[in-house]
Nanobody, 120 residues
């Protein structure tokens, strides 16, 4: 059974940075993908980005392009979400998910979520 555990998050001021981590375990596939999503109160879930185990590049949602970076440590099965120049509108619960590839990561195994709060 695949298990996904997240860490990081917290309260920062606008313009500051945070890094979230997400480690997946319990699988033996060579290929996989890990994605990040977020959901703010009263809003729909938004895709932040995704990276697959080829790790040649990550895909990003338009609202975070140029500020957020997703990376993957394949051996550690850990993905990182580096968030720079944070804005109050980035405040949300951030979730990591694991799947076979980026197209189905949302249907895979999810982490517990972590709160990110950006004050103005």
């Amino acid at each position: 059974e695949v298990h996904v555990a997240q860490s990081g998050g917290g309260l920062v001021q606008a313009g500051e940075s945070l890094r979230l981590s997400c480690v997946a375990s319990g699988f033996n596939y060579d290929g996989y993908a890990m994605a990040w999503f977020r959901q703010a109160p009263g809003k729909e879930r938004e895709a932040v980005g995704c990276i697959d185990s080829a790790a040649t590049s990550a895909r990003y949602g338009n609202s975070v392009k140029g500020r957020f970076t997703i990376s993957l440590d394949y051996a550690k099965r850990t993905t990182y979400l580096q968030m720079n120049n944070l804005k109050p509108e980035d405040t949300a619960v951030y979730y990591c998910s694991w799947g076979g590839d980026c197209s189905d990561a949302a249907d895979g195994t999810w982490g517990q979520g972590t709160q990110v709060t950006v004050s103005s």
